[in-house]
């Protein structure tokens, strides 16, 4: 089972992006799906997950600004970003495979990059 991320490129602060993660088969239609993310020099850590019945979950800082929503029928998860700022800089992972929010599962996507400019 593959996760194919995609949407990420360069953007002005306060613009907005949409990344979206498509799995090859449909083996998690009842798992956690999310997306974490990686700056240089810094820890991966978590944006936004969302569950098989659509119940979310954010980091205190994409809060009211990114929105995480899947399709089910399409095994796709999507991260709509919004007033991007600069600190939001960093390569996105989508995530697959969990039971929890408490965890991440055991599939990544690739990553896409994600650059904010000010």
């Known amino acids: 089972v593959q996760l194919q991320a995609s949407g990420g490129g360069l953007v002005q602060a306060g613009g907005s992006l949409r990344l979206s993660c498509a799995a090859s088969?449909?083996?998690?239609?009842?798992?956690?799906m999310g997306w974490y993310r990686q700056a240089p020099g810094k820890q991966r850590e978590l944006v936004a997950v969302?569950?098989?019945?659509?119940?979310?979950n954010y980091a205190d800082s994409v809060k009211g600004r990114f929105t995480i929503s899947r399709e089910n029928a399409k095994n796709t998860a999507y991260l709509q970003m919004n007033s991007l700022k600069p600190e939001d800089t960093a390569t996105y992972y989508c995530?697959?495979?969990?039971?929890?929010?408490?965890?991440?599962?055991?599939?990544w996507g690739q990553g896409t990059q994600v650059t904010v400019s000010s």
């Open positions: 969302i569950s098989s019945f659509g119940v979310t």
């Open positions: 088969a449909n083996r998690f239609s009842g798992n956690v």
């Open positions: 995530n697959a495979g969990s039971p929890t929010f408490a965890r991440p599962g055991n599939y």
